[in-house]
C-alpha cells in the first residue's frame, strides 16, 4: 500500500501560468514533508520542506501548502519558467528519523511550455 | 562545490556478471544511502550507512551488498544482477541529526543496464 501518492503523472502548464502539484499521505504520523525536483540525467535535488506544524511555507516563486486534516499537500510555482521543466517528487518523513527514512511518491512530471 | 559522484554513470554488464558501483561525497555528511528507482517510480532505499553502521531494509535482496571503507566512500555491490535489476542506483547523503537532517542530497545515478 503506498503511503504517499502523486495522483497526477504528469502535468503541463504555460509560462508564466501557476503550476500545481499534488500529493496525498496516508499515514498521520508522517510529520515532515519535502519537495525534490530532478532533471533527466541528473539526481533529485531538494527543493522546498514544510513541518507539520505549519500549512504554508514559501521560498521566492515556490510555495508548499499542507493541509493534515485532508493529508494532503500542494506545491505551487509562480510564475512557472520552462526551467521548471523537470520531475517533482513529494516526499514524507518524520522528524525525528534519518532522512533516509523519506517515502517518496511516484512524481510528477511538469512541462512548462514558452 | 560540495557534492555526491557517482561512478560509473552508465554500466552494462551481461546476466549473472558482478557489478560494483561508486559514491564518493565532500560533505562530510554521516550517513550513506543507495535507492534503487526504476522507470516512473519513487526511489526504494536499498540500505544505508549511519557512520560503520550498515542498516539493511527489511526486502533487499541477498543480490545487493554494500561497503564504506570510510566517510567519503560507499559502494554497490550487485552480486549477481538479473533483468529485474536494471535500473537507476542512486546514491545519497544527510545529516545524522540537526537542522537539515531530514534532507537528501543525491548523486547523479549509475544508469545499469543488464542484458
Known amino acids: 500500500d503506498q503511503q504517499v501518492k502523486q495522483n497526477s503523472p504528469s502535468l503541463s502548464v504555460q509560462e508564466g501560468r501557476i503550476s500545481i502539484l499534488n500529493c496525498d499521505y496516508t499515514n498521520s504520523m508522517f510529520d515532515y514533508f519535502l519537495w525534490y525536483k530532478k532533471y533527466p540525467a541528473e539526481g533529485p535535488t531538494f527543493l522546498i520542506s514544510?513541518?507539520?506544524?505549519?500549512d504554508k511555507n514559501e521560498d521566492g516563486r515556490f510555495t508548499v501548502f499542507l493541509n493534515k486534516s485532508a493529508k494532503h499537500l500542494s506545491l505551487h510555482i509562480v510564475p512557472s519558467q520552462p526551467g521548471d521543466s523537470a520531475v517533482y517528487f513529494c516526499?514524507?518523513?518524520?522528524?525525528?528519523?534519518?532522512?533516509?527514512?523519506?517515502?517518496f511518491g511516484d512524481g510528477t512530471t511538469l512541462t512548462v511550455k514558452p | 562545490d560540495a557534492m555526491v559522484i557517482q561512478n560509473p554513470r552508465y554500466q552494462v554488464t551481461q546476466f549473472g556478471k558482478p557489478v560494483t558501483l561508486s559514491c564518493s561525497q565532500t560533505?562530510?555528511?554521516?550517513?550513506m544511502y543507495w535507492y534503487q528507482q526504476k522507470s516512473s517510480q519513487a526511489p526504494k532505499l536499498l540500505f544505508h550507512y549511519y557512520d560503520k553502521d550498515f542498516n539493511n531494509e527489511a526486502d533487499t535482496p541477498d543480490n545487493f551488498q554494500s561497503r564504506r571503507p570510510n566517510t567519503s566512500f560507499c559502494f554497490l555491490d550487485i552480486r549477481s544482477p538479473g533483468l529485474g535489476d536494471a535500473a537507476m542506483y542512486l546514491c545519497?547523503?544527510?545529516?545524522?541529526?540537526?537542522?537539515?537532517?531530514?534532507?537528501?542530497?543525491f548523486g547523479a545515478g549509475s544508469r545499469l543496464t543488464v542484458l
Open positions: 514544510i513541518s507539520s506544524i505549519k
Open positions: 516526499a514524507a518523513a518524520h522528524i525525528n528519523t534519518n532522512a533516509g527514512k523519506s517515502t
Open positions: 560533505l562530510n555528511h554521516n550517513v
Open positions: 545519497a547523503t544527510s545529516r545524522a541529526k540537526g537542522k537539515g537532517a531530514n534532507v537528501l542530497t
